[in-house]
């Protein structure tokens, strides 16, 4: 558990965009520290979409212990909160077990709320819910936003535009404090809940043009590996109108491929582009949230 609670054992990470090749790093660190794979992954969470979430296939799994994959069903939120309570629980369970956790992902935020620990202003579940009530949902998005700039909250808006999960919780603290998240967040300094193991703590990092081509590469082979066909039934199970589920890469995109609006060259072309984006964005996270991490540069 973390420091306050209990001692543990050092951790071993491994963090980076996607297609970085963090999952198979991850596999030979475990193997050789007698370790188990924490997934760091938002949508690694839920069930239906492996392929898409580039999730362990049986293989791996059998090869090494893996936790916090295809847990959920597509109508359970996924929420940074409960992640860290999981893995905090599982952390124990494999240290208790004479095993080293190895944490392993791409879902910043989510290794971020680990290491560092939540941050700790005021909540309050009724006020949280009635607000997600109220506002989670893509046709409330301009009310919220405008709700927070009539409290004074404008750089908010402007810091999380699109994000109604971050805007709901800003909202929420504002009413709870009558203070932005921003400014209270600025006066939290945080620190490391747990020791990491030294040069088994790294974030990875290729040239632009070597991470490119290895998201054309892991794309192209997605999609000849039934990421279509897994993409349809997720649909039909209601994927798109899932509570988080939904932000998972790729699928908006295949479903315009499913309703003849793209062709396949074009599909394949959207969501390396897309995906490129989204590994930019990794990217800079990383370099700014996390100076705990060692770079390991790789070709």
């Excluded at 750089?155 to 929420?172: G, Y």
């Amino acid at each position: 558990m973390p420091r306050d609670l209990a001692v543990t054992p050092p951790l071993a990470v491994i963090a980076g965009p996607t297609a970085s090749g963090k999952s198979a790093l991850a596999l030979e660190m475990a193997e050789h520290l007698n370790g188990e794979i924490i997934s760091v992954d938002s949508m690694q969470l839920y069930r239906v979409i492996p392929i898409g979430t580039a999730q362990p296939d049986a293989a791996d799994l059998q090869r090494i212990k893996h936790h916090l994959v295809g847990i959920y069903e597509l109508s359970e939120r996924a929420e940074v909160y409960t992640f860290v309570s999981m893995a905090d629980r599982i952390i124990h369970e494999i240290t208790s077990r004479g095993k080293t956790p190895v944490l392993c992902g791409g879902t910043g935020l989510y290794l971020k709320a680990l290491l560092y620990g939540l941050d700790n202003l005021p909540g309050d579940e009724a006020l949280k819910k009635e607000l997600d009530d109220q506002y989670d949902s893509p046709e409330m998005l301009l009310e919220l936003q405008a709700r927070l700039c009539d409290l004074g909250d404008q750089a908010v808006v402007e810091k999380f535009t699109n994000n109604r999960r971050r805007l709901i919780r800003a909202l929420e603290v504002r009413l709870l404090t009558g203070r932005s998240i921003i400014e209270l967040q600025g006066e939290y300094q945080p620190s490391l809940r747990y020791d990491l193991l030294p040069g088994e703590a790294v974030r990875l990092e290729h040239d632009r043009s070597v991470l490119q081509t290895r998201i054309a590469a892991r794309t192209h082979v997605m999609l000849q590996n039934g990421w279509i066909e897994e993409a349809r039934a997720a649909i039909e199970a209601g994927l798109l109108t899932s509570p988080t589920a939904h932000q998972a890469l790729g699928y908006k995109i295949i479903n315009r491929y499913l309703q003849g609006e793209i062709d396949l060259e074009t599909l394949e072309s959207l969501i390396v582009t897309a995906t490129w984006q989204y590994a930019r964005r990794q990217q800079t996270w990383f370099r700014h949230q996390h100076p705990e991490l060692n770079v390991l540069a790789l070709s």
